[in-house]
């Protein structure tokens, strides 16, 4: 079992920076990707960025040049920096990690660390 604990969120003016931290602990051999994702009261879970164990990333379009999502191996966390926060990025941000083959695998959830940005 792989177990995923977030930090770092909190209450900003639009514009303003944080930087959410995950770190994995337990069964983390094979780790492969790793993500983020949040959730905004009464939608659904959408992607905000993604990280390969070879440092390859993905973000969603309106995070491109705001978000950066990077990964300490030897820390086995994840961290992504947020800057020019807007207010339609408050949500509830989640760590995830997939861990397995490229065909089959198992996917890992965290709690969630509230972010809010105010206008």
């Known amino acids: 079992q792989v177990q995923l604990v977030e930090s770092g969120g909190g209450l900003v003016q639009a514009g303003g920076s944080l930087r959410l931290s995950c770190a994995a602990s337990?069964?983390?051999?094979?780790?492969?990707?790793m993500g983020w994702y949040r959730q905004a009261p009464g939608k659904q879970r959408e992607l905000v960025a993604t990280?390969?164990?070879?440092?390859?990333?993905n973000y969603a379009d309106s995070m491109k040049g705001r978000f950066t999502i990077s990964r300490d191996n030897a820390k086995n966390t994840v961290y992504l920096q947020m800057n020019s926060l807007k207010p339609e990025d408050t949500g509830v941000y989640y760590c995830?990690?997939?861990?397995?083959?490229?065909?089959?695998?198992?996917?890992?959830w965290g709690q969630g660390t509230q972010v809010t940005v105010s206008s």
């Open positions: 337990g069964i983390i051999v094979s780790i492969n990707d």
């Open positions: 990280i390969t164990s070879g440092g390859s990333t």
């Open positions: 995830h990690a997939r861990r397995g083959t490229v065909l089959v695998g198992f996917n890992y």
